[in-house]
């Protein structure tokens, strides 16, 4: 349900039962079944990352040659010990899958987190002071902009060297353009309230309002951002794992075994398949969620 079908509802209720927007948008949130269905589904993922050590049913490292590229346990050939197959060095593909969720959601929240950091407050810096403050922003936002993201990311992840620590530092310190965007103009509108004017009045200082007038109110903005970043974050891990420039190899990581799998993709289809429909659904997962925060997010606002 889009939010342009949600706000007439909103309204109405919100005037008949005399809710907060707040409370209104809590109920439109479980009548968002994008929402519900994005959230249910990280939520299992997020089980089998978390419990990964208790649910996987072999190590994800052991390799067990005689046993190599076993099919799935329903295909000719498969064993139910091993349900999804085995992979080139007869590693359970199952238990490696269910790490790869782990491997895929820590860099994509922690990616999202740090250009977060960096983009807003970038982007209050810029929108609330203004001046050579904002031209330095804007040069900033320019030099990123020159150069194409995932090729930057690669030259840094070769320079400095592959491990998740690195990947995750890289990939969020070359993603927080949107976030200043965004912040940056709501900021420049902001600035000029009437609740900004008093806080001023008031003896504020200007780190104060920034802090505790402006940021609450970029809240909403910053939490739709972030579940796309954290599903570019994903990708972005998974494209260099498959160039090798990512999580380095023994480390269960989607895209890793998507770039192993591929050499005998004709023969063993399921070593691509198979990753690859788990990163499909975790990222489909992350854009419901963050189209439904979206969608209440307007409704709660104009509401």
């Not at 001046?131 to 320019?142: H, K």
């Not at 309230?193 to 903005?221: H, W, Y």
């Not at 992350?286 to 104009?302: C, K, P, Q, S």
Request: hydrophobic share 55%; aromatic share 8%.
């Amino acid at each position: 349900m889009s939010a342009s079908e949600l706000l007439p509802q909103v309204s109405q209720e919100q005037a008949a039962l005399g809710l907060t927007p707040t409370q209104m948008a809590l109920k439109a949130a479980r009548r968002h079944l994008g929402l519900q269905l994005g959230l249910g589904i990280l939520a299992l993922m997020a089980v089998f990352a978390v419990l990964a050590p208790w649910l996987a049913p072999h190590d994800p490292y052991l390799q067990n040659l005689p046993l190599r590229l076993l099919p799935p346990a329903w295909a000719d050939g498969g064993q139910w010990e091993y349900l999804l197959g085995t992979d080139h060095l007869g590693r359970d593909y199952l238990s490696r899958i269910i790490y790869g969720a782990r491997i895929s959601m820590m860099i994509g929240l922690g990616a999202a987190t740090i250009g977060a950091l960096i983009g807003v407050t970038l982007g209050v810096l810029a929108g609330y002071f203004g001046g050579w403050v904002d031209q330095a922003v804007n040069f900033l936002v320019t030099c990123q902009l020159a150069v194409p993201s995932l090729l930057l990311i690669m030259a840094l992840v070769f320079v400095i060297g592959q491990s998740i620590t690195v990947v995750i530092f890289v990939i969020g310190a070359t993603h927080w353009v949107l976030y200043l965007m965004v912040t940056r103009s709501a900021t420049l509108r902001l600035r000029e309230l009437d609740f900004v004017a008093a806080a001023r009045t008031m003896g504020c200082s200007k780190f104060q309002i920034a802090v505790k007038e402006i940021l609450p109110n970029l809240a909403n903005q910053i939490t739709v951002i972030f579940t796309l970043e954290v599903a570019v974050a994903i990708l972005n891990e998974a494209t260099l794992s498959f160039l090798g420039l990512g999580v380095p190899s023994p480390t269960p990581s989607w895209g890793l075994m998507i770039a192993e799998g591929k050499t005998a993709m004709f023969f063993q289809p399921w070593l691509v398949i198979l990753p690859g429909i788990a990163l499909f659904i975790l990222v489909i997962a992350i854009n419901l969620l963050g189209d439904g925060v979206r969608d209440i997010t307007v409704t709660h606002r104009r509401g």
